[in-house]
């Protein structure tokens, strides 16, 4: 992760790199929520903050972790898919609320407890919204180039509809 280009500008400062990194990795390899929950969160997230750059780099990752395409993209759209259950419903609903309102309801809040269970998974899927919705902005903020040779938007080079 230390060789991407958003660490490499983030490391000229370079005790906040150290600590957004170990928050990274803390919530994408050392976690209790399950990658597939994760990653429609973050699809979800950059689709919605029109972060190219968080798209791109996690379009491999999201279909590393079995989902499979049809599902990273219905993120576009997804109260539309008839493909996600319950859980992935609701860690959707809680990015939308997140992004939205800044706050989890208490409706989508009991979804998300019956769904993803564990207190510490529950705690690992608000912070990783929160995380990856910061990190959207700095990569949006920063102007963060994508990764050399990589296209915008995988698969299709569709945007949301409100971003240049």
């Known amino acids: 992760m230390a060789d991407l280009r958003v660490f490499q500008v983030l490391l000229q400062h370079p005790p906040l790199a150290r600590r957004l990194y170990d928050l990274l990795e803390q919530l994408l390899l050392r976690n209790s929520l399950d990658a597939r ?11 919605r903050t029109g972060s190219v750059y968080e798209w791109t780099q996690h379009w491999p990752i999201a279909r590393g972790v079995g989902i499979d395409e049809p599902d ?8 539309a898919h008839t493909g996600f259950g319950p859980a992935d419903r609701a860690v959707l609903a809680a990015s939308d609320e997140v992004i939205d309102r800044g706050a989890i309801s ?12 564990d207190t510490e998974a529950l705690i690992e899927l608000v912070s990783a919204i929160g995380a990856w919705q910061m990190i959207s902005v700095v990569l949006r903020s920063l102007a963060i180039d994508l990764e050399d040779g990589a296209a915008p938007w995988p698969p299709d080079g ?5 971003v240049t």
Do not use: F
């Not at 009991?110 to 993803?116: G, K, L, P």
């Open 72 to 79: 990273v993209l219905a993120v576009r759209d997804w109260r």
């Open 106 to 117: 208490s409706a989508t809040w009991a979804e998300c407890a019956s769904a993803v269970g």
């Open 37 to 47: 929950l994760r990653e429609l969160v973050i699809m979800r997230i950059a689709w």
């Open 158 to 162: 569709t945007r949301p509809p409100d």
